[in-house]
């Protein structure tokens, strides 16, 4: 079984900075991918950013330059630190980790519970 807590989410002016983490626990042969959803009220589930167990990262393009996704690879932890942000970022924030879960599992993809981000004046 794994888990995955999220923590960090909040509310803050426009122009503020949150830090989101997620960490991974339970039964964990390796992990591939880890990133971070979005879902505003009314509106589709979107990407906002991923890491791969390489280090190479994806952005959505409305993030780009403004968030900066990192990962502690001892830890099983992602973070997502957001800059500058705005009030079209308000939104529920999932991490995702796509890991086998034993050597002989297929890669499967968990969600995180869910944090809410709330950029408000």
């Known amino acids: 079984q794994v888990q995955l807590v999220e923590s960090g989410g909040g509310s803050v002016q426009p122009g503020g900075s949150l830090r989101l983490s997620c960490a991974a626990s339970?039964?964990?042969?390796?992990?591939?991918?880890m990133g971070w959803y979005r879902q505003a009220p009314g509106k589709q589930r979107e990407l906002v950013a991923t890491i791969a167990s390489g280090g190479s990262t994806n952005y959505a393009d409305s993030v780009k330059g403004r968030f900066a996704i990192a990962t502690d690879n001892a830890k099983k932890t992602v973070y997502l630190q957001m800059n500058s942000l705005e009030p079209e970022d308000t939104a529920d924030y999932f991490c995702t980790v796509d890991l086998r879960a034993t050597i002989m599992s297929r890669v499967t993809r968990y969600w995180g519970q869910g944090t809410q981000v709330t950029v408000s004046s």
């Open positions: 339970g039964s964990i042969f390796s992990i591939y991918t």
